[in-house]
């Protein structure tokens, strides 16, 4: 049976997942579909984020990770990259004191030396101005892929010298840019792709995954809601039979 769920006016009456982790898909058939620029979509996408980011509040997440720029999407046409750029600079600068205000820790994960020395520099000031805040975690997957990631946490072994006969699956966990990160519990993706992507392959062994059609600028809180309350009735055995 599902559980009785009311939200946003009642309490959830059901644990959470910890942590929510997004491939926010959608935005250029959103703006398509409407005669729009590829980047009206994502300005909206990047309101849909906020709105996203409240709810995981309300409902009690404590970590939001999300896939905002892969590696892959370098391949994109200039002008969409910079326009993303300047997106990502406008909130950088316009969220950020919020963010704070609200005790939310931001990080970054990804090869972030192919970004502008700009953007890095307002990512290192707000990773840092944020690094003390503990009620909630909002990590942003930027020139991100998961496959890179891995070959960065095998370099970052080999270079401490660890003898390969201690190497453990958390040496590598450790060596990953999540290490300070739970594994994800629930990971939707919106826009109708049932892939990851190259996102976080490593961390999502025993995630639940969430497909849903709806455009992530189309994706509000009843969505998001949704989500979670699927999310609710999964049994989760991690590989086990789930008997005692
Ligand atoms: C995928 O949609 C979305 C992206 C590549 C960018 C996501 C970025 C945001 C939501 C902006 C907010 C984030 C920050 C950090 C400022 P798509 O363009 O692949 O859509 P399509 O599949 O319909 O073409």
């Not at 559980?3 to 959103?30: C, E, F, K, Q």
């Not at 300005?43 to 997440?61: E, I, M, P, Q, Y």
């Not at 072994?157 to 060596?175: F, M, Q, R, Y």
């Not at 993706?189 to 969430?210: D, H, I, K, M, P």
Request: proline residues 5%.
């Amino acid at each position: 049976m599902q559980p009785n769920l009311h939200y946003p006016l009642s309490p959830i009456p059901y644990t959470p997942p910890r942590h929510v982790a997004i491939i926010m898909d959608g935005n250029g058939r959103w703006a398509k579909s409407r005669g729009l620029p590829r980047t009206a979509g994502h300005k909206k996408g990047a309101d849909t984020l906020r709105s996203t980011l409240n709810a995981c509040r309300d409902a009690g997440v404590k970590y939001l990770t999300i896939y905002a720029f892969s590696s892959e999407n370098w391949k994109r046409p200039s002008d969409e990259i910079s326009d993303l750029m300047q997106l990502l600079r406008h909130y950088l600068q316009k969220e950020l004191d919020t963010l704070h205000e609200n005790k939310v820790r931001l990080r970054f994960i990804g090869d972030l030396s192919q970004l502008d020395k700009d953007i890095r520099a307002s990512i290192d000031d707000a990773m840092e101005m944020t690094a003390r805040n503990g009620a909630f975690n909002l990590t942003v997957a930027l020139s991100y892929g998961s496959r890179q990631e891995i070959v960065r946490a095998v370099r970052r072994i080999v270079e401490k010298g660890v003898a390969a006969s201690d190497i453990t699956e958390e040496t590598l966990a450790e060596a990953l840019d999540t290490a300070e990160l739970p594994e994800p519990d629930l990971l939707i993706r919106t826009g109708g792709e049932q892939r990851l992507s190259n996102f976080l392959l490593w961390q999502a062994a025993y995630t639940e995954f969430y497909f849903t059609d709806i455009l992530w600028p189309d994706f509000d809180t009843k969505h998001f809601t949704e989500a979670l309350q699927d999310y609710a009735g999964r049994e989760r055995r991690y590989g086990t039979t789930g008997e005692e």
